[in-house]
C-alpha cells in the first residue's frame, strides 16, 4: 500500500467510526427519532456532495447508480433503527464482522479462492458474532443485531459497487442524490403514523453525520477502494470497532464487557487470517 492509499483508509475508518459514535448519541442523549435522522443524514450528505462537485467540475454529470442508491438508503435506515437500542462498540462490531463477512464470501465467489486457514479465519469471525448475540446480560436485542447485521450487507454490497465507480466524489454525490427522495419519503410516512421528534442536537449530529462522516468520508473511501483487494477491503474495517468501542467508553460512557473484548478477539483473529494468509493459486 502507498502512503497515499494508507493515509486515505485511516481517514475512512474514522470517519466509520465517528458515523456509529454520531448516530448513537442522537439516538441516546437528544430527542431526534430514527426516520428524521435518516433523513436528516443523507439530505445533508447529498447537498455538500452536490456543492463539492460543482466547486471541483462544474460541468460533470452524476455517476452512480439507483442500486448503489438503494444499498445506501438500506443501510442507513437498518444503522440508524439498530442503534436505538445496541451500544455503540457493540453495533460497530456486528456491522463491520457482517460487512467483512459478506465482502469475503463475495470475493470467494467471484474467484478469490481461501485456504484452509483462511476457512478457519471465517469460522472464527461467524464464532465471534455468534458469541456476541448469544443470550446474557450483555447481549444485544436480537432483532436490534439482526438489524445491524442487514446494515453490514447492505453497506458491503455499496463497497462493492463503488469499486468499478470512475469519479469516487460524483459516485457518491450522485448515489446521496438518488437516495434523497426515498429517505423523505420514508421520513413522511412515518410522520403520518408516529410523533416526530428532534431538537437542535439531534439535527446537528445528523447534519454531521450527513455532511462530514458519510457524504465526505465516503468519497474518501471510495478513492480508497480503488486500490484494495476485496479481502483487504473487508479487512481494513476492522479498526472500526475498536475505535468506536474507545469513543462509546469516552463520549457515551459505554462500558466494555467481557463478552465484547471475547468477540471482538475471535473476529479480528478469524479476519486477520483471511488477509494475513496468501491465498492458493
Same mark, same amino acid.
Given at each position: 500500500?502507498? @502512503?497515499r492509499?494508507?493515509?486515505?483508509?485511516?481517514?475512512?475508518?474514522?470517519a466509520?467510526?465517528?458515523?456509529?459514535?454520531?448516530?448513537?448519541?442522537?439516538?441516546?442523549?437528544?430527542?431526534?427519532? @430514527?426516520?428524521t435522522?435518516?433523513?436528516i443524514?443523507?439530505?445533508?450528505?447529498? +447537498?455538500?456532495?452536490?456543492?463539492?462537485?460543482?466547486?471541483?467540475?462544474?460541468?460533470?454529470?452524476?455517476?452512480?447508480?439507483?442500486?448503489?442508491?438503494?444499498?445506501?438508503?438500506?443501510?442507513?435506515?437498518?444503522?440508524?433503527?439498530a442503534?436505538?437500542?445496541?451500544?455503540?462498540?457493540?453495533?460497530?462490531?456486528? +456491522?463491520?464482522?457482517?460487512i467483512?463477512i459478506?465482502?469475503?464470501?463475495?470475493?470467494?465467489?467471484?474467484?478469490e479462492?481461501l485456504?484452509?486457514?483462511?476457512?478457519?479465519?471465517?469460522?472464527?469471525?461467524?464464532?465471534?458474532?455468534?458469541?456476541?448475540?448469544?443470550?446474557?446480560?450483555?447481549? @444485544?436485542?436480537?432483532?436490534?443485531?439482526?438489524?445491524?447485521?442487514?446494515?453490514?450487507?447492505?453497506?458491503?454490497a455499496?463497497?462493492?459497487?463503488?469499486?468499478?465507480?470512475?469519479?469516487?466524489?460524483?459516485?457518491?454525490?450522485?448515489?446521496?442524490?438518488?437516495?434523497? @427522495?426515498?429517505? +423523505?419519503?420514508?421520513?413522511?410516512?412515518?410522520?403520518?403514523?408516529?410523533?416526530?421528534?428532534?431538537?437542535?442536537?439531534?439535527?446537528?449530529?445528523?447534519?454531521?453525520?450527513?455532511?462530514?462522516?458519510?457524504?465526505?468520508?465516503?468519497?474518501?473511501?471510495?478513492?480508497?477502494l480503488?486500490?484494495?483487494?476485496?479481502t483487504?477491503?473487508?479487512?481494513?474495517?476492522?479498526?472500526?470497532?475498536?475505535?468506536?468501542?474507545?469513543?462509546?467508553?469516552?463520549?457515551?460512557?459505554?462500558?466494555?464487557?467481557?463478552?465484547?473484548?471475547?468477540?471482538?478477539?475471535?473476529?479480528?483473529?478469524?479476519?486477520?487470517?483471511?488477509?494475513?494468509?496468501?491465498?492458493?493459486?
Amino acid at each position: 500500500m502507498t @502512503p497515499r492509499l494508507y493515509a486515505l483508509t485511516l481517514l475512512s475508518m474514522l470517519a466509520f467510526a465517528g458515523n456509529s459514535l454520531l448516530c448513537r448519541l442522537a439516538l441516546k442523549q437528544t430527542a431526534i427519532d @430514527p426516520a428524521t435522522f435518516v433523513a436528516i443524514r443523507i439530505a445533508s450528505g447529498a +447537498l455538500v456532495l452536490w456543492l463539492v462537485l460543482r466547486l471541483r467540475k462544474p460541468t460533470k454529470a452524476l455517476e452512480g447508480n439507483w442500486h448503489g442508491a438503494l444499498a445506501l438508503l438500506a443501510y442507513a435506515v437498518a444503522f440508524a433503527y439498530a442503534y436505538t437500542q445496541i451500544p455503540a462498540g457493540t453495533g460497530a462490531l456486528l +456491522l463491520f464482522a457482517s460487512i467483512q463477512i459478506s465482502m469475503i464470501l463475495y470475493g470467494f465467489f467471484i474467484g478469490e479462492r481461501l485456504s484452509i486457514t483462511q476457512g478457519l479465519g471465517i469460522g472464527l469471525a461467524v464464532a465471534g458474532l455468534v458469541i456476541l448475540m448469544l443470550p446474557s446480560v450483555s447481549a @444485544p436485542p436480537l432483532f436490534h443485531a439482526l438489524l445491524m447485521i442487514a446494515a453490514g450487507v447492505a453497506w458491503g454490497a455499496y463497497s462493492l459497487l463503488g469499486r468499478s465507480a470512475r469519479d469516487a466524489a460524483s459516485a457518491t454525490a450522485g448515489n446521496f442524490i438518488r437516495a434523497t @427522495p426515498v429517505a +423523505l419519503l420514508l421520513f413522511l410516512l412515518h410522520g403520518l403514523s408516529s410523533r416526530v421528534g428532534y431538537d437542535a442536537a439531534g439535527v446537528a449530529y445528523a447534519v454531521a453525520s450527513g455532511a462530514v462522516t458519510s457524504g465526505l468520508g465516503y468519497v474518501v473511501w471510495y478513492a480508497a477502494l480503488k486500490g484494495l483487494k476485496v479481502t483487504h477491503a473487508a479487512t481494513v474495517q476492522l479498526s472500526v470497532p475498536v475505535l468506536t468501542a474507545f469513543g462509546g467508553t469516552l463520549f457515551l460512557d459505554e462500558p466494555v464487557t467481557g463478552i465484547l473484548v471475547t468477540a471482538s478477539v475471535l473476529i479480528l483473529l478469524g479476519i486477520a487470517l483471511v488477509v494475513l494468509v496468501k491465498r492458493p493459486a
